[in-house]
């Protein structure tokens, strides 16, 4: 059975394991999370967001909607925004005292799990020694090792502090090397809120329906060019129109940012074909991906090495960072080393350096991988066959520890598609599974991630709980 948004074919992409490795990670933190101490019926009874719709309103007098990240507003799925107040293991509490099994994981970075004890205690020790230095420390020697020795393409790497800056500072190099202007992106894959990536974005723009934003100057996306994810035949139209003047393409190798959609078998090795033939740069933006999919990322996962990649998330272990990295005869050309200018004051500051370092060394211990597919697999084909037994239309897929699914027959293969879902049946199925104590993304296009930290108690209990709610839509 395959669970890959609809797919059809056979590969390993988004497949169900008909049986799946009994291996789990010799360390997982869940096993000090204690049990929700009241059931899934009592929650409903008990739950209330008034202390949650207090704080919000207060926020939105002095944050432009209330948030500092748009989907956070739950402005397309309604309902109170929930004000969280601690995270532990695979489970969240609100300042109300809902507590929820957690599939967002701070959005991708949390892959071991919330407040890891051992990480924990490695940031106080840091602590000690001063939160930032502006300077050199032997703590980005470390990670940039491990970091060069997982990801198949990096043989140098720059840290930064988001996966905005990544691609910024990737797509500016792509341009410096190329000496090209023009770039590839695919509809609904979203790079972060720089100008020219801001063309048929996916993430927060897909989800509040925005159009391309204002005050993004007509210069600054003129040199974008845009193609629907999986379709090959544009790209190379793409290439073909404008001979010698692209410096690169750049995706998301499983797209998280409307929703989950997974490449169709031989899309990346065409991709990677098709930038070798024209002298472009394919960068793979694995700020999702990196570390998740496998320990080398989706690089080593579908076997395809890009010229650049792009990380964040979980290599920061939950605090802010990201890096860009690829062959060292492009990197550099990054200042100091060469003429393409990008800096940082907080750039690998010693606090990220070190939950990343603690993070990865957690992610490499066996079993790892095979736990994050096994309970990943188990939720996505619970959840889809729970909606098609109680008569939605739904599809769903999963890759190792990320996942998705659409309130649509499917296939999805590419951002229309998604489009195509039930958004308003997504609206209501994500509240009365928050009323059950499961925490979902507050969007149709985003992707869900599972963690270290969660046991198979709370995969059956979301399973349970999605059952619940899909016979009350």
């Given at each position: ?43 409903q ?51 109300d005292?809902n ?10 970075p ?57 691609c ?14 023009k ?29 391309d ?70 960068v ?18 579908f076997?395809?090495?890009p ?52 993070t ?18 188990e939720?996505?084909?619970?959840i ?16 190792s ?6 309130f ?30 499961v ?5 149709q ?20 709980a ?8």
């Open positions: 059975m395959a669970a890959g948004v609809g797919l059809s074919w056979p590969s390993k992409i988004a497949r169900i394991p008909s049986s799946i490795p009994p291996s789990s990670p010799s360390r997982s933190p869940a096993r000090r999370v204690v049990r929700m101490a009241v059931s899934l019926d009592e929650k009874k008990t739950f209330s967001l008034q202390k949650s719709e207090e704080a919000f309103n207060a926020a939105k007098e002095l944050m432009p909607g209330g948030v500092n990240s748009p989907v956070r507003a739950f402005k397309s799925v309604g309902g109170q925004p929930i004000v969280m107040d601690s995270v532990k293991g695979s489970h969240m509490w609100d300042i005292g507590e929820y099994i957690d599939y967002v994981g701070s959005w991708g949390a892959i071991i799990g919330h407040a890891d004890d051992e990480v924990l205690a490695a940031l106080a020790e840091t602590m000690k020694k001063g939160t930032s230095f502006g300077a050199p420390c032997l703590l980005e020697n470390v990670l940039a090792e491990m970091v060069i020795s997982a990801v198949p393409s990096i043989e140098m790497v720059r840290m930064v502090n988001s996966g905005t800056e990544a910024m500072g990737a797509i500016r190099l792509a341009r410096a090397f190329t000496r090209r202007e770039i590839i992106k695919f509809e609904g894959c979203y790079h972060g809120h720089a100008d020219p990536f801001l063309v048929k974005a996916g993430s927060g723009v897909a989800t509040l329906g925005l159009p934003s204002p005050g993004v100057p007509k210069g600054a996306t003129y040199e974008t060019l845009t193609s629907p994810f999986n379709d090959i035949s544009t790209v190379k139209n793409l290439f073909d129109s404008n001979k010698g003047e692209i410096a690169a393409v750049i995706l998301e190798p499983v797209v998280g940012n409307s929703g989950f959609i997974a490449p169709k078998p031989g899309f990346l090795s065409d991709l990677r074909e098709v930038t070798k033939q024209n002298d472009a740069l394919l793979f933006d694995e700020v999702m991906t990196g570390f998740r999919l496998s320990y080398g990322g989706a690089q080593e996962y076997g395809i090495t010229d650049l990649t792009t990380l964040g998330k979980i290599i920061g272990g939950g605090l802010p960072v990201g890096a860009y990295g690829g062959r060292r005869e492009i990197m550099e050309m990054v200042a100091p080393a060469g003429p393409m200018y990008q800096a940082g004051t907080l750039s690998g500051n010693p606090l990220a350096m070190t939950a990343g370092i603690h990865l060394k957690r992610l490499k211990e066996p079993g790892s991988y095979e736990y994050l597919t096994k309970i990943t697999s939720l996505v084909v619970g889809v066959d729970a909606g098609k037994k109680a008569g939605h239309a739904i599809c769903g897929g999963c890759v520890g990320m996942f998705g699914f659409f649509t027959e499917g296939p999805v293969y590419e951002f229309a598609d998604a489009k195509k879902s039930d958004t308003a049946k997504f609206a209501k199925f994500f509240r009365g599974m928050l009323e059950e104590g925490y979902f993304a507050p969007s296009f985003e992707a869900g991630f599972t963690s270290l930290a969660h046991t198979p108690e709370d995969i059956q209990r979301t399973i349970e999605a059952e619940k709610v899909f016979r009350q839509l």
